[in-house]
């Protein structure tokens, strides 16, 4: 059973960076196909893709974002690691981690976590 | 990017009506695009990818068609647990991008 689950701190402030951590059970990281994505959505607005992490260390981040990502995986822990440096309000979000279904493409998000709620205030 | 554009941004629908979800894309692709549905304080759940490929579990009411620039979900003989918000999503080039979303509501 493949579940996802982020964790990471409910409140930062302004400038700050933010570290979120996605622990993944029922699939490995290092398993050829895998790919982890990061995905996050403001209150009541769509969502948006901020980066995903394939089970070679291939990094694809958005490019508006690209400047302050940095995604991350520690196979010891089969964790997936997003930090996001200078936050500010507008990137108050839900973050979700999700399980790349691979499918032909880039594939789309089959499983994913319950979602990690950010607020950014001073 | 390819942005994608959905329609209607809501829709008021009765039990047992049928709905169509259009989303369009800014550049053609093939097929890889997918639909999600999310429901209040829950993270999305995948429907179909790519195009026309049900989900295993998801019912047969939702059907998913197009290619090119012009995709659509048809949601029949609408249930009360249908009404959500729902997305697409395409996957045919880096970065993948979400239409704006799609409130089915209950009329």
């Known amino acids: 059973q493949i579940t996802l689950k982020e964790s990471g701190p409910p409140l930062v402030k302004p400038t700050q960076t933010l570290t979120l951590t996605c622990t993944l059970s029922?699939?490995?990281?290092?398993?050829?196909?895998?790919?982890v994505g990061w995905i996050r959505q403001p209150p009541g607005k769509a969502l948006e893709w901020l980066a995903l992490?394939?089970?070679?260390?291939?990094?694809r981040y958005s490019p508006s974002l690209k400047s302050r990502l940095t995604i991350t995986k520690d196979t010891s822990k089969n964790q997936v690691v997003l930090t996001m440096t200078n936050m500010d309000p507008v990137d108050t979000a839900t973050y979700y981690c999700?399980?790349?279904?691979?499918?032909?493409?880039?594939?789309?998000?089959?499983?994913w976590g319950q979602g990690a709620l950010v607020t950014v205030s001073s | 990017d390819i942005q994608m554009t959905q329609s209607p941004s809501s829709v008021s629908a009765s039990v047992g009506d049928t709905v169509s979800i259009t989303c369009r894309a800014s550049?053609?692709?093939?097929?890889?695009l997918a639909w999600y549905q999310q429901k209040p304080g829950k993270a999305p759940k995948l429907l179909i990818y790519?195009?026309?490929t049900l989900q295993s579990g998801v019912p047969s009411r939702f059907r998913g068609s197009g290619s090119g620039t012009d995709f659509t979900l048809t949601i029949s003989s609408l249930q009360p647990e249908d009404f959500a918000t729902y997305y697409c999503?395409?996957?045919?080039?880096?970065?993948?991008?979400f239409g704006g979303g799609t409130k089915v509501e209950v009329k």
């Open positions: 999700a399980h790349r279904l691979r499918r032909g493409g880039l594939g789309s998000f089959d499983y």
């Open positions: 550049q053609g692709f093939s097929t890889w």
């Open positions: 029922g699939f490995s990281v290092t398993t050829s196909g895998v790919g």
């Open positions: 999503q395409q996957a045919n080039s880096f970065p993948p991008t």
């Open positions: 790519p195009a026309s």
């Open positions: 992490i394939y089970w070679d260390d291939d990094k």
